[in-house]
């Protein structure tokens, strides 16, 4: 009886739990569609604003930006209070500065809205890797966390599909209306689930929280993982901000077209998804990441070199696969780097993942206004390729040191 009693409490966690996570990868959604809708828009917004593609890139790095600062204070608030409360706050204290982007005019304020946006949604998506790391062992991890990013997947999906179709049939601006109304929908629901989260209150200072970042750039496992996250978000999301101004400068698509063909990027990611099972056992982590690097990169080097529009569609699908490869295992492995204050060390990474994308967007900018797109992809591509081969033999030193 104490048996099939313990069994059926076991059975009933592991369902919250997996409603949990499905809720969470919904969230991770509309985050993920917030952050990624002004890739396709960058034309039209540099038109709207009468500037360079490159100066309005500022968009994606005033969200980018504050979103990786505020991971520092996010992360140890959520090891402290509850990692789920905290993403349901920052969801809905989101919603006033998403909707308040449809309603800029100029791009200064388009700008501020979108830092503020990406200030305030910064305690989601890592708090979240947090909550599932300290909810599931290691050796079930990268496959459970390859299901909840289903929705990080669709949201980059949504992203760009959503911007193609607004500023093709509908102002660029309502977009922002609608995915504020879902901000505030999902973070109201996220709000009711808060109870369900143990909680074990650990006070930290600001002080304690310094002396943990310090030490964890101080040890060279750590140190490593950060390193890595940074290069890729400098040399993948740096460039990836200007797909969507690519192929609408070079191809003369329409926006629809233009949204539709990026959306292949994120197919790939659910090819990832629906194979996820079969490559983490027979491939590993260090083939993933090789594998991951070089898919990438030769797809960018594709990418420059395509002579029409519709070769984009097989390259985009498989830089998405690629991506996840060599991403969710850099993701799955800094779960493991501190289990103490797992929250703030994923904080951190995401930290240094959104540092180097804002970098990223910036160099990558100037470098199109004066050389092109062919200089951009060529460079992050041999980038990625030099990032798999160079992760792939560190991760002895992460197995040993985690």
Excluded at 53 to 77: D, E, K, N, R, S
Excluded at 195 to 218: C, N, S, W
Aim: net charge positive; glycine share 10%.
């Amino acid at each position: 009886f104490v048996s099939a009693t313990v069994g059926f409490l076991n059975s009933i966690r592991v369902f919250i739990m997996n409603a949990t996570i499905r809720l969470l990868s919904l969230m991770s959604f509309v985050v993920v569609a917030v952050m990624t809708v002004t890739g396709p828009l960058l034309p039209i917004i540099a038109s709207d604003f009468s500037v360079l593609v490159g100066q309005a890139g500022i968009v994606v790095t005033a969200f980018a930006v504050p979103y990786g600062l505020a991971q520092l204070f996010c992360g140890p608030l959520g090891d402290r209070i509850g990692k789920l409360r905290v993403i349901a706050f920052s969801v809905l204290l989101s919603v006033v500065f998403v909707v308040a982007c449809g309603l800029s005019e100029s791009l200064g304020q388009l700008t501020i809205f979108r830092f503020f946006s990406g200030l305030f949604m910064a305690g989601t998506i890592p708090l979240a890797m947090a909550y599932i790391a300290d909810e599931v062992p290691y050796d079930r991890r990268q496959l459970v966390i390859g299901r909840y990013i289903n929705g990080i997947i669709w949201g980059n999906i949504a992203g760009a599909t959503l911007g193609g179709i607004a500023v093709q049939y509908f102002e660029w601006r309502q977009v922002f209306f609608f995915l504020g109304i879902l901000c505030s929908v999902i973070g109201v629901i996220l709000w009711t689930r808060c109870t369900t989260e143990r909680v074990i209150d650990t006070p930290q200072t600001v002080k304690q929280v310094l002396r943990l970042y310090t030490k964890l750039f101080a040890e060279v496992a750590p140190r490593t993982a950060m390193i890595a996250v940074t290069a890729e978000g400098f040399l993948l999301f740096g460039a990836m901000a200007y797909f969507g101004a690519y192929l609408r400068q070079n191809f003369g698509l329409d926006y629809d077209i233009v949204g539709l063909t990026l959306a292949f990027y994120g197919i790939g990611g659910l090819a990832y998804v629906a194979s996820v099972k079969w490559v983490v056992p027979r491939l590993g982590e260090r083939k993933m990441v090789v594998a991951g690097g070089g898919i990438v990169g030769c797809s960018y080097f594709a990418l420059s070199a395509t002579p029409v529009w519709w070769f984009c569609l097989p390259i985009f699908l498989f830089a998405g696969f690629g991506f996840y490869l060599i991403h969710n295992t850099m993701q799955t492995r800094a779960t493991e780097i501190s289990l103490e204050s797992r929250g703030a060390t994923m904080s951190l990474w995401a930290f240094m993942l959104f540092f180097g994308q804002g970098c990223g967007v910036l160099v990558f900018g100037k470098i199109i206004d004066n050389y092109g797109y062919n200089m951009v992809f060529t460079s992050a591509g041999l980038g990625m390729i030099i990032l798999g081969l160079w992760f792939q033999n560190r991760i002895r030193i992460l197995e040993e040191n985690c």
